[in-house]
């Protein structure tokens, strides 16, 4: 997979097929291939005449692994992102984040909306503003010696999919810890995009779309039926619901 750096950190991504660009941010916890090519997004999209460019967030993937948690601010992934633009040459693009990758979505939206041709927030409504969605508990149950030591629910499905993964445990646990940003709501509002805000009717993890679509200038709300936060990824209906949005806004 081709990469780049931003700073001293290295990104890994993936760019296929030909059209309009749109940049895929995964969740926190998995990467490109797991967020986005197992579920069959990448398919979807290059075969909807797109092209797809897919990055792995520092800390998970391929890309650089830091330790620090001040690394993993929402504001400086969201700085990637645009890197990545910049690297590719890309002055506007789609961009589609899922949970955590929706949060570095929105941050780049209200950071840079010249780079942002429309905004797909999947598995994250309203605690983009009423604090974060995924405990804190996480990055211990990430440090405990093994999935047995782990009781808290939540948690230890976190940790059996960072096991899963084979992912860098230790970096997890900073990026949890350092990625934990919240916006305000006049923050949110001056979101121009068009936004997509998509999230699962049993997700208990982030927060209603429609509270949050609410307080956008140019948002709608999606509610992927019977879907939870893990679930919902690659829902077929939300596959669809994404195309038509995208198709709209052109």
Known sequence: MPSFKNGAVETAYLDEGQGDPIVLIHGF????????????????????DRRVIALDNRGHGQSTKLYNSADYHTGKMAEDVRALLDHLKIERADI????MGARITAFLSAAHPERVRSAILGGLGYKLIDGVGL????????????????????ARTFRAFAD???????ALAACIRGSRQVMTVDEVSKITAPTLVAVGTKDDVAGPAG??????????ALDIEGRDHMLAVGDKAFKTAVLQFLDERA
């Open 96 to 99: 589609f984040g899922y949970s």
């Open 211 to 220: 509270k949050l679509a609410t307080l956008m200038r140019n948002a709608r």
């Open 29 to 48: 916890a998995s990467n490109r291939e797991v967020n986005w090519s197992y579920p069959g997004w990448v398919a979807t999209l290059t075969g909807a």
């Open 164 to 170: 899963q993964t084979k992912s860098d445990r230790r």
């Open 135 to 154: 405990p804190e508990s996480i990055a211990e149950a990430l440090e405990a010696p093994s999935l047995a030591d782990v009781t808290d629910p939540m």
